[in-house]
């Protein structure tokens, strides 16, 4: 069964920092991009990054670009994204998404997200 | 960065009835559009890609049309499992992002 598998979200400081993991299981992890999709409580969906299967290529958003580092190794069918000096706003479930077909054709398969909290 | 529209917010329908949701891109991305569907506590589904090809194991009843700068999703005939939010996503232009949603609730 195809399958992602978040965890390393919690309850942390404003300016703190969080690694968050995706393990990937059923498919050839290194063939395809991963992406972090957040959603805040109540809100919608935010793309916050992506990296290429051999992961030579990344993109950020900008509400999150010098703070939070996306990264992965193949060996161990793993996805992370370091999180760091966080705010308030990045209060959300992360999501960890594969890219159907290189990095076009939407997000086909999701886990079931992480929930970071950013409170004092 | 290319803000996707979705209309209405809230769409009021009955079972069996059809259901046309609508999403607006401010600049062209091309056929490059997907829809998801998403339930309370669950994480997003697939539902369309490529503006009208349907995911591995979507009925038939849910179907995408457009091109460019205005999409529509619809749905056929509403069946009790299909009353969730729905967002449509543009993957032609980096960032990737998506409009604000479409609750779909029963009338």
Known sequence: EVQLLESGGGLVQPGGSLRLSCAASGFTFSNYAMSWVRQAPGKGLEWVSVLSGGSATTYYADSVKGRFTISRDNSKNTLYLQVNSLRADDTAVYYCARHSGNFGKGFDIWGQGTLVTVSS | ?107
Not at chain 2, 42 to 62: E, H, K, N, V
Not at chain 2, 68 to 76: A, Q
């Open chain 2, 1 to 107: 960065e290319i803000v996707m529209t979705q209309s209405p917010a809230t769409l009021s329908v009955s079972p069996g009835e059809r259901a046309t949701l609508s999403c607006r891109a401010s600049q062209s991305v091309s056929s490059n559009l997907a829809w998801y569907q998403q339930k309370p506590g669950q994480a997003p589904r697939l539902l369309i890609y490529d503006t009208s090809t349907r995911a591995t194991g979507i009925p038939a009843r849910f179907s995408g049309s457009g091109s460019g700068t205005e999409f529509t999703l619809t749905i056929s005939s509403l069946q009790s499992e299909d009353f969730a939010v729905y967002y449509c996503q543009q993957y032609n232009n980096w960032p990737r992002t998506f409009g604000q949603g479409t609750e779909v609730e029963i009338k």
